[in-house]
């Protein structure tokens, strides 16, 4: 891809990867049929996070040294204009309903909430310090957000856009992703060297141990693995979520990251 990427994300069909270049202010478009670069898009400033709709037909990227989002239009690849949200927004996931996207602004402490229909902020949420990864339930009624700095999550209710609860994790949560049936959360703590689990009906926290500096992660579409990005050791280690233990290591890269839902 072009340089410095940092977040990615898979179209609703598959057929798409969208990887966001924080060194060159773009965006790639991959077609994952052929594995090629088929767009590149320019957004704004250090593009961090990036979504797309439930239908596919746009995605929206978190720039961070522009304190915006940009909502992308895939089917012709033109970009809105930039909506200005918190200092320094990183991480960003969107409803499944399509009607509101949250992003977490780094630099604020705060969660920025953008209605899709209008393309603007219609709620500011204070959470922990240094917000990063953040995901949404299936059922679209909870979001959670990876406050790295806090070492906790906070729990957001999308009917009120309102704190309910704060869980305490690992030392510097980053990653961070729920299984499609909204059980379980889990969440990369990367100074921690571990994964926490979140059982999401009573919020109580196991940890599974075994990682090296622990920073993306991800669920498969059946909820049966979660894959995590070890930076440290250029590994993508595998977690069986029926045992919640570590089954396998893939050797990837060097220094892999995956910041993103996929």
């Given at each position: ?190 100074v921690g060297w571990s994964v ?14 075994g990682f090296t500096h622990p ?22 280690e595998v977690i069986n979520t ?21």
């Open positions: 891809v072009t340089s410095t990427p940092y977040g990615s994300c898979v179209s609703p069909d598959g057929t798409k990867l969208y990887v966001t270049n924080n060194g060159s202010n773009s965006i790639d478009k991959i077609s994952t049929t052929t594995n090629s670069v088929t767009a590149n898009i320019t957004v704004g400033n250090s593009p961090y996070g990036v979504c797309f709709s439930a239908d596919g037909l746009y995605a929206y990227v978190a720039n961070s040294s522009d304190s915006s989002v940009m909502q992308i239009n895939t089917t012709n690849n033109t970009v809105s204009a930039p909506i200005s949200v918190g200092s320094s927004p990183q991480g960003i996931c969107i409803t499944p309903d399509g009607s509101k996207v949250y992003v977490t602004n780094w630099d604020n402490g705060t969660v920025s909430v953008i209605n899709t229909g209008s393309l603007t902020v219609i709620a500011t949420i204070n959470v922990g310090t240094n917000p990063n990864g953040i995901c949404c339930s299936p059922n679209g009624t909870k979001v959670y957000v990876a406050n790295r700095s806090s070492g906790n999550v906070s729990v957001i209710s999308t009917a009120s856009n309102s704190v309910t609860g704060t869980i305490t994790v690992g030392a510097d949560p980053n990653g961070i992703c729920i299984t499609p049936n909204g059980s379980f959360v889990y969440v990369a703590n990367s926490s689990v979140i059982n999401t009906g009573t919020n109580a926290v196991t940890t599974i141990h920073e993306g992660i991800a669920v498969t579409p059946d909820g049966s693995k979660v894959y995590v990005a070890s930076v440290n050791i250029g590994y993508a029926t045992i919640n233990q570590v089954v396998d290591s893939i050797a990837v890269g060097a220094n892999p990251y995956s910041f993103g839902n996929f």
